[in-house]
């Protein structure tokens, strides 16, 4: 018989609803998704710089429910006390789960959740993003031992990730080893589908050069200012043969630009591009590169690239690093930071196009034989099983 499991979600994100549709249609499990909120244009554009939908259903083949919460007007709904739960324990107890899942707690609703479960006697598993390369105050590592001792079963991300739980103390039998996935076939798919010349011209990329790809929020912790740096860096014959495609938007917006300009930098800004429209911009580019620092807690873009068969260049503090990308495999890792290595690491790439397309080649072959939701499930059915069939895996750690 399917195991009832009540997934809770802070909202409609791109990146899990090819992860419900997949649950959805997985016989050992039957899901019902709760989100805490449904935002508008407006608040799903906050940090992108414009208001937008996403072009691709979020909602559309598995159950779910918007819960009755409430948006804090002092946090404008963001941060921890952003959205908090009415009644977390009647609303969790008329979803009737055998198990609840839990997708992190960095908001107030989600620990609500955690604890309504508790209350009601309903195994918690718990899905986070944090990671092992963030510092922490002795303070907030004790809060997390204590907050993750409450929890039946763990669903991995990666291997910080993993690291992050096993620091907190969570017993390695309570951790289930999933991956951090998109919807490869959709990107690898919708990439092939495009003629790379056509790409390379929509976003403006000269003729034989290398397309260095910057997607994301132009935000501090991205370092977008590094890359500049690092191709203003490079040596005069490399660095004319490189062109930078900037896809996304936020407040460094001007910064950027006018540091482009005062470089004499060749660059592309494509702005924001939903789902349907992003692979082009992997079909056009050469390389990703991705120079975040720790607070990037994994680096979705990078599977994304991936997928499509294009190499990463990216920082060891980017979540993903230690899975994804493999020196001398499916790309460059260099000490975030360190400018140099970043501008050594796009010289190699630039001047070597048999190079990236070997790194390329193992890039796509990686993450599509590794970092798949068919893995994701699995772990999570795995968890599931843990804290339904063992006599004493009710009861979270002490």
């Not at 791109?14 to 019902?32: G, K, N, S, T, V």
């Not at 609840?100 to 986070?128: C, E, H, M, S, Y």
């Not at 929890?151 to 309570?174: C, E, L, M, Q, W």
């Not at 082009?280 to 990703?288: E, G």
Request: net charge neutral.
């Amino acid at each position: 018989m399917a195991r009832r499991i009540a997934v809770i979600a802070t909202h409609p994100i791109q990146y899990h609803a090819p992860w419900f549709r997949h649950l959805a249609l997985d016989p050992r499990l039957e899901i019902e998704v709760g989100f805490l909120e449904q935002p508008s244009a407006e608040r799903q554009g906050v940090g992108f710089g414009v208001a937008f939908e996403w072009d691709l259903p979020l909602t559309d083949g598995y159950s779910w429910r918007k819960l009755d919460s409430v948006l804090s007007e002092r946090h404008q709904g963001f941060g921890f006390f952003g959205r908090r739960l009415r009644s977390a324990r009647r609303q969790l107890a008329s979803m009737r789960p055998d198990a609840v899942l839990v997708l992190g707690w960095n908001q107030l609703g989600l620990v609500q959740a955690w604890a309504a479960a508790r209350t009601l006697g309903i195994p918690v598993i718990i899905r986070g993003e944090s990671n092992a390369k963030r510092p922490r105050a002795s303070w907030k590592r004790a809060i997390h031992s204590l907050l993750l001792s409450q929890a039946h079963a763990y669903v991995t991300i990666g291997k910080s990730n993993f690291t992050f739980y096993r620091d907190a103390g969570v017993p390695p039998d309570h951790l289930f080893r999933g991956a951090y996935f998109v919807d490869n076939e959709y990107f690898s798919r919708r990439a092939d589908s495009l003629n790379r010349s056509e790409a390379r011209e929509r976003f403006g990329v000269p003729f034989g050069s290398c397309c260095v790809l910057f997607a994301g929020k132009f935000e501090s912790k991205k370092r977008p200012l590094d890359l500049f740096t690092a191709v203003s860096r490079m040596p005069e014959v490399e660095r004319q043969a490189v062109h930078l495609l900037m896809v996304g938007s936020g407040e460094l917006d001007p910064i950027l630009k006018h540091e482009a300009t005062a470089m004499g930098l060749s660059v592309s800004w494509a702005g924001f591009l939903n789902q349907s429209v992003i692979p082009a911009a992997y079909r056009a580019a050469d390389v990703l590169v991705l120079p975040s620092d720790h607070g990037e807690t994994w680096g979705l873009v990078v599977n994304e690239a991936m997928a499509c068969g294009v190499p990463c260049i990216v920082g060891d503090q980017v979540g993903c690093a230690d899975d994804l990308v493999v020196n001398g495999e499916t790309g460059w890792v260099y000490p975030t930071g360190d400018v140099g290595a970043l501008c050594e690491a796009i010289t190699q790439a630039a001047g070597d196009e048999g190079r990236r397309l070997r790194y390329g080649a193992a890039a796509r072959a990686k993450v599509h034989s590794e970092y798949t939701i068919q893995r994701s499930a699995d772990a999570l059915v795995a968890a599931v099983d843990f804290v339904l069939d063992r006599p004493d895996s009710r009861s979270a750690r002490s």
